[in-house]
């Protein structure tokens, strides 16, 4: 598996860049999606998401079930996967209080599997203050140890900041 890891916090230009990377792959693609409309503004989020994709994308919703939603995915005659995004995810399986540590294993062992190419958007938590809740503390430490283990099987890294990309890891792949 080729696996892109596209880090960034709130805001960052993140999905811009994962997207702009993608393009160097042939239709059909899928756009796995994890984040679910709980609110207006989320309801936004995610119709501003969908407006940047074209209609080559195939959209798959996976706000919890992110490792079965790959498995599926992979059995189509794809050129590429998208994840969008790990933040999110996370965020969904700590508010419905679900053993989130089953979910993350069963994700990583799933990427042994996976033969299409990849592409992870996921925030990046290391740079930001220390939260004083202890729910909010124990998604960013299980987070960031997400993001370090797909680091380390990543092909490639990018950490963005204000629409730009550094490039932790492999940076032979600049955006179209």
């Known amino acids: 598996m080729e696996l892109t890891l596209v880090l960034g916090g709130l805001s960052s230009g993140k999905t811009a860049l994962a997207l702009s990377l993608a393009q160097r792959f042939i239709p059909p693609r899928v756009y796995i999606g994890t984040a679910e409309p709980i609110d207006q503004e989320m309801a936004q989020k995610i119709a501003q998401h969908r407006a940047e994709r074209d209609e080559s994308w195939q959209t798959v ?37 679900i053993d989130y540590q089953k979910y993350i294993i069963e994700f990583l062992d799933t990427l042994s599997f996976v033969e299409t190419p990849l592409i992870i958007v996921s925030e990046e938590v290391g740079l930001g203050g220390i939260s004083p809740s202890p729910e909010v503390r124990r998604w960013g430490e299980a987070l960031g140890k997400l993001n370090q283990a797909l680091a380390e099987r990543a092909k490639r890294v990018a950490l963005v900041v204000a629409g730009f990309p550094l490039w932790l890891k492999g940076g032979d792949y600049e955006p179209s």
Request: proline residues 3%; aromatic residues 6%.
């Open 61 to 97: 919703e996976a706000p919890l079930e992110l490792g079965r939603a790959l498995r599926e995915s992979d059995k189509k005659e794809i050129s590429l996967i998208l994840v969008d995004g790990l933040g999110v995810w996370l965020g969904n399986l700590f508010a419905k209080k």
